[in-house]
């Protein structure tokens, strides 16, 4: 056996774990503080619209039903999602901490990507909630009701926990003995398996998997119930009635779009072919942290409903009413 046979032998049998990788991410953009400015208020706009929202939905009795448990749980996704990725970033590269110890850096991968599963999700139920109520509106109390929805809920966390863990428990297997500079602004699951020495098959497959579950599915799901909503639409003979139905999808087909077009479009140029990294980590913090801030304020402090919940609020929370706080 050649020494170079003997060698990959070695790697192919031993794991290198290392003790940190080093996070690259902004190196190369100019006056990069200003984006760090930007996602810090983004972050503190994201924080204050989703806990508000998640307050009000909370306080107030008449919106404890099953399209808000939905609406609560994707502005907790929110929430999570972008303290999970933003502070971080911002300690990474405002104060130049860009080592990252092995065992947080896969933790910090699998919490990104988790709420943003999640988030994707989410979309998808809310998809459905549309699609239910104009389609059978007749039947809407009846499906989708609250343990309904507890049990879509505790699938979406159940699906998005088992394919994460596989896929970061995947990094697990590889061995580092080269370059541990991940070319990304956080521990991102490509820029990371890329920098293995063995065999790396098996993370492209999940890798594969996992895009294809959170993002393709969803999106064809969506697109496939409004076609239907498109169809059920067209036989509503007034016109006022059709405009009014319309627009209580166009909020949800903005936040898709928001969403899933830009995460998409970079997840696949990344598997098929090359995207240049500075692209990728722009489109993607600007994907994982600009929705969060948006869905707030476009699908639900929007709606006439949730304002009037608020005024109702704002009345009984006044100092004169502090003892009738809860509606």
Not at 89 to 102: A, C, G, N, P, S
Not at 170 to 185: A, E, M, N, Q, T
Request: hydrophobic share 50%; with cysteine.
């Amino acid at each position: 056996m050649s020494q170079a046979e003997r060698s990959a032998s070695i790697i192919n049998t031993t794991f290198v774990r290392p003790v940190a990788f080093y996070i690259n991410g902004f190196t190369d953009i100019p006056h990069a503080q200003y984006y760090y400015v930007f996602l810090c208020f983004i972050y503190i706009m994201t924080v204050v619209g989703n806990g508000f929202l998640m307050c009000v939905i909370y306080l107030v009795k008449t919106l404890h039903s099953a399209k808000y448990m939905i609406v609560f749980s994707l502005a907790l996704t929110d929430l999570c999602g972008t303290t999970a990725l933003i502070p971080k970033v911002l300690d990474t590269f405002l104060f130049d901490r860009r080592y990252i110890v092995y065992e947080a850096c896969l933790s910090y991968m699998f919490f990104v990507y988790f709420f943003a599963c999640l988030q994707s999700l989410t979309l998808l139920m809310m998809g459905f909630d549309r699609f239910v109520a104009i389609c059978f509106p007749l039947s809407y109390h009846r499906i989708v009701t609250k343990p309904a929805v507890a049990v879509m809920l505790l699938c979406v966390w159940g699906l998005s926990l088992s394919v994460l863990g596989v896929l970061v428990g995947l990094i697990d297997r590889l061995s580092f003995c080269g370059s541990l500079v991940v070319k990304s602004f956080f521990c991102d699951h490509g820029p990371v398996y890329r920098l293995a020495c063995n065999d790396t098959s098996l993370n492209y497959i999940i890798g594969t998997v996992a895009l294809t579950l959170f993002d393709c599915i969803p999106l064809l799901l969506i697109a496939m119930t409004y076609v239907c909503i498109s169809v059920a639409l067209s036989r509503i003979a007034s016109g006022a009635e059709r405009l009014k139905a319309l627009k209580t999808c166009t909020s949800h087909v903005i936040l898709v779009a928001v969403f899933f077009l830009p995460l998409l479009g970079t997840n696949i140029a990344g598997v098929t072919s090359y995207i240049h990294p500075i692209a990728r980590m722009v489109n993607f913090t600007l994907t994982h942290t600009v929705p969060a801030l948006l869905n707030p304020i476009i699908y639900s402090l929007r709606t006439e409903e949730v304002m009037k919940s608020i005024k109702k609020l704002w009345k009984n929370t006044r100092p004169n009413n502090i003892s009738e706080m809860k509606i």
